[in-house]
């Protein structure tokens, strides 16, 4: 368990670049649009240096890390929505998906065309957030219909339904995103889920720009972050060039170049801890000479609901779970020193389950 993060952008703004070199899928990335004719997938290990520290304590026979799948969805250009360029399907492919990076080109290069023929941030921004609205409205408005129908011979529940539905038609008509609605009405609530709307999916900004301004930025960085503040988002800055260069390396030369270039994580990192980040997730630890792994859970999951992370029959029948923080496990420089020096805590099921936490679960089905 991870979470998914789909991919997309318009045509030629560095994206399957930028998937190539995070996830050393080989998808292919040339000077023409629609490159990406199918969503590419890629598996991803999480990068996590506790991880390895436990794994130089224990020298387990397995290593399972957790994973971040990322999709890189094709090109999406003005009119996705109703079958435009290659019409609206891959929009489907960003249903399965937790958290949407956006890559936005926010450099020139005379030998990579635009498809609008000028780098214009916002304008790009504007149109990828106008399809993913349109994709939704035809969503809501196809529920609607449903929604009238069962309205007419329903119950009171039924009317309020419809009532949801038409208000979230009209907000979205505003061009409204789902993620500014949630919370404000149980039923518009279910119906986001039910419909898996795209505009609810936490979304950031990943601008791609030329090596001499991964560090500083430049204007249409300026630009980019200015409407990612105004929307509650963030945006990270990126080299698809250098990310390219980085994947090519040996771990041990990957940090020395990123030394070199004064950076202090690959873009695969900061993907990554973005979306973690966005999503509220968290990591835990099992630990043992058989493996060491690592698994995901939310923010605020007490110690049942992340043992049924594991299996369903750990959460069922979850009895207490032996717990050590990472932090005390470094500080004593193993588990059976950390239970020597009365660290290794027994906790039960109201336990918050901490980031980092080295967790042995006991259950009784």
Not at 18 to 37: K, L, M, R, S
Not at 294 to 320: L, M, N
Request: hydrophobic share 40%; with cysteine; charged share 25%.
């Amino acid at each position: 368990m991870g979470f998914k993060c789909g991919i997309v952008g318009l045509p030629n703004v560095g994206k399957s670049t930028i998937f190539n070199a995070i996830t050393n899928a080989g998808a292919e990335a040339a000077n023409y649009p629609f490159c990406t004719i199918d969503p590419n997938v890629g598996v991803v290990s999480v990068p996590d240096i506790r991880m390895e520290k436990i794994v130089a304590s224990y020298k387990p026979r397995a290593i399972i890390p957790t994973v971040t799948h990322f999709v890189d969805i094709a090109g999406l250009v003005k009119g996705a929505s109703q079958g435009e360029g290659l019409g609206n399907q891959f929009l489907t492919h960003i249903r399965e998906c937790e958290a949407i990076m956006q890559v936005v080109r926010c450099f020139e290069d005379d030998n990579i065309v635009h498809v609008h023929n000028t780098v214009d941030p916002l304008r790009d921004v504007e149109i990828i957030e106008t399809e993913l609205l349109l994709k939704d409205l035809d969503s809501v408005e196809k529920k609607l219909i449903v929604e009238a129908k069962n309205a007419r011979v329903g119950t009171p529940a039924a009317k309020l339904k419809l009532n949801a539905c038409e208000t979230l038609k009209e907000e979205i008509t505003k061009g409204i995103s789902a993620r500014d609605l949630i919370g404000k009405d149980e039923y518009i609530d279910e119906l986001i889920q039910d419909l898996a709307l795209l505009t609810a999916k936490p979304i950031f900004y990943c601008a791609n720009v030329n090596e001499d301004d991964v560090l500083t930025g430049n204007s249409y960085v300026e630009q980019l972050q200015a409407h990612a503040q105004k929307t509650g988002s963030e945006v990270l800055v990126l080299c698809g060039k250098i990310e390219e260069e980085l994947s090519a390396l040996e771990p041990e030369e990957k940090q020395e170049f990123l030394n070199e270039l004064g950076l202090l994580s690959s873009g695969l990192d900061a993907v990554i801890q973005k979306g973690y980040s966005l999503l509220g997730l968290r990591t835990y630890f099992t630990a043992g000479e058989k493996e060491v792994r690592a698994w995901t859970f939310e923010a605020g999951w007490k110690a049942p609901a992340c043992a049924g992370v594991i299996h369903s029959d750990f959460e069922r029948g979850f009895i207490r779970a032996e717990t050590l923080s990472f932090a005390d496990f470094e500080k004593a420089g193993s588990w059976n020193a950390a239970k020597e020096l009365g660290l290794v805590r027994t906790e039960g099921k109201e336990y918050e389950v901490q980031d980092g936490d080295i967790l042995y679960f006991l259950f009784n089905v």
